[in-house]
């Protein structure tokens, strides 16, 4: 409830607000996305060929 006899009742509830909003925005983009699981190699390859060196090890060979 805002007191009518402060003015700067508002000014403090706005500054709240963009605080919280601003605060809830940097959360969301901190969250990591889900990880991508491959059921088989073949639908792994069929994306990319480059992914199995990340996943199997750096002398992996398609």
Known sequence: MINATNPFANY???IATQYEEAKSAIEEAEKKPARKIYRSLDSMLEECV?????RFGNNFIA
């Open 12 to 14: 403090t509830l706005a």
């Open 50 to 54: 480059f992914i199995g060196a990340t």
